[in-house]
T-cell receptor
Framework: AQKVTQAQTEISVVEKEDVTLDCVYE???????LFWYKQPPSGELVFLIR??????QNEISGRYSWNFQKSTSSFNFTITASQVVDSAVYFC?????????????FGDGTTLTVKP | EAQVTQNPRYLITVTGKKLTVTCSQN?????MSWYRQDPGLGLRQIYY???????DKGDVPEGYKVSRKEKRNFPLILESPSPNQTSLYFC????????????FGPGTRLTVL
């Protein structure tokens, strides 16, 4: 069965610090998709990034970067020089292409608080 | 504007009184899904639909029903709500079959007394 673990329930940092949110997944499929979503205090869910299992390239988007490592089944998210506006709940999610096609599994989320 | 809409946004009801939460998307997406969000439990999938007339159970389907008679609509039905269904509910849609990102509605906060 597919599973996503976000071991860090809550993280608190001071503005301008770098922070890494961990995501570890389990799947038996060879083709799968990983996602990160952000839920700010206003409550909406916002898509951040998608990765398929065949693309292990790391990605950088401004202050955000993602490290996908199939060898450790991890898809970690780093925010560089954090800002107060980064305070949110962040979810990692997994979708399988075959075994559980259609099912989407989310981690429990990591609540990030960035203090000024 | 491309969006997923849900109604109502807030609902307080009593045990056993049937209710429907509507979900509609205007992006012509094949895939739609319902989730519930509870503190510390992340988002858990209730039901999903890969296309019209095709629905399947997620991880927590007990006590819920869905239907997909039109591509744009995916209502969530609670035939006999119970207090343990008090939660924040999100509807989502996606182009294709989950190889693309999901677009989420604004959420419906349901309280069952």
């Amino acid at each position: 069965a597919q599973k996503v673990t976000q071991a860090q329930t809550e993280i608190s940092v001071v503005e301008k610090e770098d922070v890494t949110l961990d995501c570890v997944y389990e799947t038996r499929d060879t083709t799968y998709y990983l996602f990160w979503y952000k839920q700010p205090p206003s409550g909406e869910l916002v898509f951040l990034i998608r990765r398929n299992s065949f693309d292990e390239q790391n990605e950088i988007s401004g202050r955000y970067s993602w490290n996908f490592q199939k060898s450790t089944s991890s898809f970690n998210f780093t925010i560089t020089a954090s800002q107060v506006v980064d305070s949110a709940v962040y979810f990692c999610a997994l979708s399988e292409a075959y075994t559980n096609a259609g099912k989407s599994t989310f981690g429990d989320g990591t609540t990030l608080t960035v203090k000024p | 504007e491309a969006q997923v809409t849900q109604n109502p946004r807030y609902l307080i009801t009593v045990t056993g009184k049937k209710l429907t939460v509507t979900c509609s998307q205007n992006m012509n997406h094949e895939y739609m899904s319902w989730y519930r969000q509870d503190p510390g439990l992340g988002l858990r999938q209730i039901y999903y639909s890969m296309n019209v007339e095709v629905t399947d159970k997620g991880d927590v389907p007990e006590g819920y029903k869905v239907s997909r008679k039109e591509k744009r609509n995916f209502p969530l039905i609670l035939e006999s709500p119970s207090p343990n269904q008090t939660s924040l509910y999100f509807c989502a849609s996606s182009f294709g079959l989950l190889n693309n990102e999901q677009f989420f509605g604004p959420g419906t906060r349901l309280t069952v007394l």
